[in-house]
């Protein structure tokens, strides 16, 4: 069975081809970074046509990387949510149109879903229940899974996501968009503990997340102090590690309410090395187990999609000919086989 994904949730077009025997046989992207690093952000219409541009381009190349012909595929995978609703609709509507074309299934991906399944690329041996861990630009959430389908919020984010903290910042410290990579490698020569940044929510109960205010701190601590390369690199330092430990911190509350031992780390930004390497240290302690996607499968791509097209599909559920794309999709919404 192959299946073709396709992601165009934001600003990434990714394109994939998936093989349940053999595994993935092709996995095309094209970032639209230089595009959007003019505007300092995303701009959604120039996402949304520059997805139009490369979708059936990219799915070209990806069918003679797998040295393979349209006729070949079996299925079809598509993002349709959560996301930038123009920039959904263009992946969405290619995808349902190529399936009707070629009598095929169709599988509506939920991005989120995409994510959380984007360690077994290459973990196959990953099993439920765990914990998983989606951290990136647009969503920081807890979640408890016990199976494809079965998933239940534990905690989030009540304001900014974790990536988006990241970006934010590293645009107070000068630096261009997308900030989050350029900040942790300025952190890395930073001394630490010069700055003491809070850990937000931490000394309350539960699970869910406040990262604007250390964006505020920051910006605090910058106009009291000498602007200086040195300066920079440790308020920068300072405020990884206040966004590390709180991560790790709830990590750990989540993990003993659970009463799980298996953790998976997906998201845009769990290729962040000192969180990988914090919670590694983390479940070592616990001994139990945890998962991560490799750095390339961590942000926005298409593999993820064709995977979870697989894993859907062979548990039956196709989606009828219709369109439907959300700019909002919680994964407690989407039911179990």
């Not at 079996?74 to 263009?90: D, F, K, M, Q, R």
């Not at 992946?91 to 939920?110: D, E, Q, T, V």
């Not at 330092?237 to 298996?262: E, H, M, P, W, Y």
């Not at 962040?272 to 998962?291: E, P």
């Amino acid at each position: 069975m192959r299946v073709l994904g396709i992601e165009t949730s934001c600003d990434e077009t990714g394109i994939a081809i998936y093989d349940s025997t053999v595994g993935l046989l092709a996995n095309q992207l094209h970032s639209q970074t230089k595009i959007h690093t003019h505007y300092g952000g995303i701009v959604p219409e120039l996402a949304s046509r520059n997805h139009m541009k490369n979708t059936l381009p990219l799915i070209e190349t990806a069918l003679k990387e797998a040295k393979l012909k349209i006729e070949d595929i079996n299925a079809v995978a598509y993002t349709a949510g959560p996301g930038l609703i123009g920039s959904l609709l263009v992946g969405s509507c290619i995808g349902r149109a190529l399936a009707f074309s070629l009598k095929i299934p169709s599988i509506a991906i939920n991005h989120m879903e995409g994510h959380l399944l984007s360690p077994m690329l290459e973990n196959p041996q990953l099993n439920f229940p765990l914990v998983a861990l989606l951290v990136s630009g647009g969503h920081t959430q807890l979640i408890s899974a016990t199976g494809i389908g079965s998933y239940t919020l534990m905690g989030e984010s009540l304001d900014d996501a974790a990536g988006e903290a990241f970006d934010k910042t590293a645009k107070l410290l000068g630096l261009s968009y997308p900030g989050g990579p350029l900040l942790s490698k300025l952190a890395a020569k930073g001394v630490r503990k010069r700055f003491i940044f809070p850990r937000p929510m931490t000394n309350r109960k539960g699970l869910d997340f406040s990262f604007s205010g250390l964006k505020t701190f920051a910006a605090n601590i910058i106009y009291n102090n000498e602007n200086t390369q040195q300066m920079r690199a440790d308020i920068a330092c300072a405020f990884q590690d206040a966004i590390v430990d709180t991560l790790v911190i709830k990590c750990r509350r989540a993990l003993d309410q659970s009463g799980f031992n298996t953790m998976a780390l997906a998201g845009g930004v769990s290729a962040n090395s000192l969180l990988r390497s914090r919670l590694k240290d983390l479940m070592i302690q616990r001994n139990g187990k945890i998962f991560c996607a490799r750095p390339e499968f961590c942000t926005d791509n298409g593999a993820m999609i064709a995977y979870a097209g697989i894993v859907r599909l062979q548990k039956n559920l196709d989606n009828p000919l219709n369109i439907t794309v959300r700019a909002r999709w919680p994964l407690s919404e989407l039911t179990a086989p």
